[in-house]
């Protein structure tokens, strides 16, 4: 016997609203790691700053671009 797996819509945009929040909040880790870095130590972490600025422009062209297409 098979069953079919129901999924409403509230789950669906739960997942959708769990995965944005744990985008940002690795993205404030990142960002703080790297001001960490930058103003504690003096050092000037590339690898962090790049994470860090994909991760703004990604965000940034999705909203643009769900906004531009809703």
Do not use: N, P, Q
């Not at 790691?33 to 422009?57: K, M, P, S």
């Amino acid at each position: 016997m098979m069953f079919a797996r129901v999924i409403d819509e509230r789950a669906i945009l739960h997942r959708y609203k769990s995965t944005s929040h744990a985008g940002v909040a690795c993205a404030l880790l990142v960002i703080g790691d790297f001001a960490w870095h930058y103003y504690g130590r003096g050092e000037f972490r590339t690898d962090l700053a790049v994470i860090a600025l994909a991760t703004a422009l990604i965000k940034v062209g999705a909203m643009i671009w769900y906004r531009t297409r809703d």
